[in-house]
């Protein structure tokens, strides 16, 4: 048994784990494979590639799918409920906790064609209020790469909205194209989060 969800909504979206059970592999890898469209845009400041072939895709869920059973991560699809691109994979939200530090770490990547419709703050919200009311923890931490605008922009947003701040510049802290890079960390507090939460 897992302490995360199989699935949750939002106003707009639905999440999915990612799991062996539920999740296709083939439909993962052709929207992360190398090729697929716009994906040099989407991994330029991800510490992830693209795929070289399926395999990558069915190896990544069953990782996550041991990271869920076990509690230790959930990793979740994500898809819009409404609209012209409703059910498509839009995206992967993640949500890592330490336990011993009463800390979460929010991760999060949407394909081109879901950029710039709030999308970001609206799955942040919906992840803040598992960690918090779900999973009683303390704070929640997010990053990005100072080179990325939009994230900076989508983090700037949310982390008002909710009260939170930002914390600073982390040296050497993430890994892009086998290169060490910087990054930006903001965190929310449970405290702040719950004065800003309606």
Known sequence: MSLFPTELESDRLRYERLHPDDIDPFELYEHVRAGAPHIDEITEHVTWEPYDHPQEALEWIETCG????????????????????????????GIQPDWDRQLAVLGVWFRKPFWGR????????????????RLDLEVVAVTHD???DNSRRAIERYV???????????????????????????????????????
């Open 146 to 148: 100072p080179e990325n």
């Open 66 to 93: 041991e990271n869920f059973e076990d509690s230790d991560a959930a990793t979740y699809v994500i898809r819009p409920k409404e609209g012209d691109r409703a059910g498509e994979l839009a995206g992967l939200a």
């Open 118 to 133: 709030g999308y970001s703050g609206e799955r942040a919200g919906r992840m803040l209020e598992l960690a918090f009311d």
């Open 160 to 198: 008002e909205r909710f009260g939170g701040r930002r914390e600073g510049r982390i040296r050497n802290d993430i890994v892009i194209d086998g290169e060490p890079r910087d990054s930006i960390r903001y965190s929310i507090s449970s405290e702040e989060w719950r004065a800003n939460r309606g």
